[in-house]
């Protein structure tokens, strides 16, 4: 008779992550199939090595019993992540109300005719930390360096160009400023000559009417030619 016929064990192996100088754990689900009580019993042929809790117990009927087995930290990798280490778990049909700490040694021995399942289960290790998969399309040859170092050159060169195309329309609004500041000024001053004559000529003519105007339409004539030649000019150049 199998450990099988009265519990279904899940997994059926002790797959254990193994990273060296790190302890893990991995765990079983043992379920009672029957109608009867069922104690069982852990053993493997390392006990220095693992933790079993618990190493033994009772299944009541239908229900289902959790085993943590926990490997010591160990200084080595084994060759090829290979183990030889076996776990044997025994069963047996138990009296009914059978508490874990009425179990004894003797239940499992078989005497008398005493049937007694048993399961062996291996161990199996795997990487705790697999390496990354190679991303398709990448160059065998290439070094993670070398690619970080191109990236780094191109976005050197993508900021160094962003930063130019926003440096040159600030020069030239720069540029643009300065000219229109001094053409402003320029035509303020030209304003400024174009009242200060205005305000000669009233001047001047306000002086012509009062000694008589004998020459004073030639005079005038002249005058505002002159102005409107500046004044014309100033406005030109603004």
Known sequence: ?????????????LKFPFEVKKQSSCSLQLTNKTDKYVAFKVKTTNPKKYCVRPNAGIVL??????????????????PDMQCKDKFLLQSVVAPDGVTP?????????????????????????????????????SDEGSSPRASVLDNGNQNSSLFDAVSRSLEEPKEKSSEAWS????LTEE?????????????????LRKELSKNGGG??????????????IL???????T
């Open 1 to 13: 008779m199998s450990t099988g016929d009265l519990l279904s064990i899940q997994p059926t192996e």
């Open 187 to 203: 035509k303020t001053s030209a304003l400024q000559q174009s009242q200060k004559l205005r305000h000669e000529m009233d001047l």
């Open 61 to 78: 009927p239908g229900t289902t019993c959790d085993v943590t087995v926990t490997m010591q930290a160990q200084k080595d990798a084994p």
């Open 179 to 182: 000219m229109i500041s001094k």
């Open 101 to 137: 700490k009425d179990i004894t040694p003797e239940m499992f021995n078989k005497e008398d005719g005493k049937v007694v399942g048993e399961f062996k289960l291996r161990v199996v290790y795997f990487p705790a930390n697999p390496p990354s998969p190679v991303p398709e399309g």
């Open 215 to 228: 020459g004073f339409s030639l005079l005038f004539v002249v005058l505002f030619g002159l102005l409107g």
């Open 231 to 237: 004044v014309g000019y100033f406005i030109k150049k």
